[in-house]
């Protein structure tokens, strides 16, 4: 059987590359070749890529691979070059095919700079020079993308990002982990789905031991989106040529896109000044006159016209596949960024005028929000904000408290009787109730249980709820909600403190109190055992009768405090609060000296709400784009 051929799996039929000397695209094909390109171009050059990734041709390769003459050879220009790590930025290289008879133009941007390029020879210089305004004089690098655009009829429609090479051992002045810094870069881009990964390898070189392959099988371990390309084939050992070969032919390591091969400028040529286009017609010869490539070059896996062809051919289709799913991630980008905003609401009017009805609007919104929250209604503003969840939840705790502490109370109660009886106990006969006993044992248990109200009262105040108004809570705002709450909570305070010097008073209903003591006996005993106790008249008996009598009244008392801290809370914490605070919002609104003041934000709202605008404006024109395409 034969072995499957690199583009045999890749291509439909009529976008295979046409077995042309002129090595050109069909002319159907080419026609959707350059609106493909130029859609992803302006999405890229909106800015879209911050908040999606969009289909691209990353280039990456160990240091000295032939990476930079790969896209010399493509682009028709001197790109920098010299030992060491000389691609210091990712470089989109987008080349733009004129019409014969057209003039050659470049551009280049970067950060807020763009220059026009009149003069191919200028290219180099003013690349070096954006890296060095962007990762510094020397060999640092940065993440911070570079755009140089190429408009020539010798040039293929094509877009590519140029990565710095893969460094393995720092140099002078490089940081020790330079090697790592620049695969981080590398795996932002090679690490996307919709990014296809062009590996560049010398011929001369084991492919399985360079780094870049290894690192394209790490994110794309089938190489369903990698290509390879084998370069200085004048350099191959003899004797190795049949293995080269059997790469491009895909039969070592397997990649679903495939391999070519191609030779370019020398360093010899280089310094000889030996044109591009010269090179274009010697790399022909190179591969025609070989005795073991020649056949890779019958078969248009060889030379740069048809690497260009292909990478072309992959790229638009690449775009046609991912643009549905494209759409989709923009849609809901742009759900969640409006949905996002929405927390921040709108910022600040700029007219003095509209500033007063702004603040009186905000202001109004504001305290009825916080009415709201405090009786468990939904807000104005739209967030979902229960208040009364995270209180129940402690309300829930205290009476688990109240009810834990009555356990361990009634575990103990014998004993203590047992003591107070022997201490306390006057000419009464036994079976006879001691009050006295009863009263200093339930005080003492409900003393035990003042502070740990307290508490409750400092852990509620102490849960804070963040306002979408966030241009209302300024320093002067949470000033004015910290010292309401301070006040409160001290209030609350005074509060549960005399609910407890009142419980000490040991008071309920007769009719409660009653209904209580039958009921915990009825729980411990039946009927006629009861009876069998009521009527005995050994100590025994006096101190279960104690027992239930603690325990009957403890139930009363602990319910009283299970409702009423909490009913403290609510009504001191949450519905004086809102009202004092309403209250003084409103009063503010007459200080109008104020409203610059008031109205200011903290710079990073500001800063976050612009950029979310910023994101829904490009995102709007990006799918606008989509649209019209």
Known sequence: MEPETASSHLLPDECSIPKKDSNTLNQQFEEKVRPCIDLIDSLRSLGVEKDLALPAIAVIGDQSSGKSSVLEALSGVALPRGSGIVTRCPLELKMKRLKEGQEWFAKITYQDTVKDIDDPSDVERLIREAQDDMAGIGVGISNDLISLEISSPDVPDLTLIDLPGIARVAVKGQPENIGEQIKRLIRQFITKQETINLIVVPCNVDIATTEALKMAQEVDPEGE????????????????????????????????????????????????????????????????????????????????????????????????????????????????????????????????????????????????????????????????????????????????????????????????????????????????????????????????????????????????????????????????????????????????RTQFKMELIVYTQDSTYSNSLTNVKDQENGSMVRKDMLFSTNSNATLQEMKWHIRSYYHIASQRLADQIPLVICYQILQESATQLRREMLQMLQEKENVEYLLKEEIDIGSKRATLLGRIKRLTEARSYLVAF
């Open 225 to 496: 989106r990698t290509l390879g390309i084998l370069t200085k084939p004048d350099l191959v050992d003899r004797g190795t040529e049949d293995t080269v070969v059997e790469i491009v032919h895909n039969e070592v390591i397997r990649l679903k896109k495939g391999y070519m091969i191609v030779k370019c400028r020398g360093q010899q040529e280089i310094l000889e000044k030996l044109s591009l286009s010269e090179a274009i017609e010697r790399e022909e010869a190179f591969f025609q006159a070989h005795p073991y490539f020649s056949t890779l070059l019958n078969e248009g896996y060889a030379t740069i016209p048809n690497l260009a062809e292909k990478l072309t051919l992959e790229l638009v289709n690449h775009i046609e596949r991912s643009l549905p799913h494209l759409e989709e991630q923009i849609e809901a980008k742009l759900a969640e960024t409006y949905a996002e905003l929405e927390k921040y609401g709108e910022g600040p009017p700029t007219d003095n005028a509209e500033k007063i009805l702004f603040l009186i609007d905000k202001v109004t919104e504001f305290t009825q929000d916080i009415i709201n929250l405090t009786t468990g209604e939904e807000l104005k503003n739209g967030e979902k904000l229960n208040l009364f969840s995270s209180l129940r939840t402690e309300f829930a705790d205290w009476k688990s408290h109240l009810d834990l502490s009555g356990e361990k109370f009634n575990k103990k109660i014998m004993d203590e009787v047992c003591g107070y009886e022997i201490k306390y106990r006057g000419r009464e006969l036994p079976g006879f109730i001691n009050y006295k006993t009863f009263e200093v044992l339930v005080k003492d248990q409900l003393r035990k249980l003042e502070e740990p109200a307290v508490k409750k009262i400092k852990t509620v105040t102490g849960k804070k709820k963040k306002s979408s108004y966030f241009f209302l809570v300024t320093f002067y705002i949470q000033g004015k909600i910290e010292t309401i709450k301070q006040g409160k909570e001290s209030t609350a305070e005074s509060m549960v």
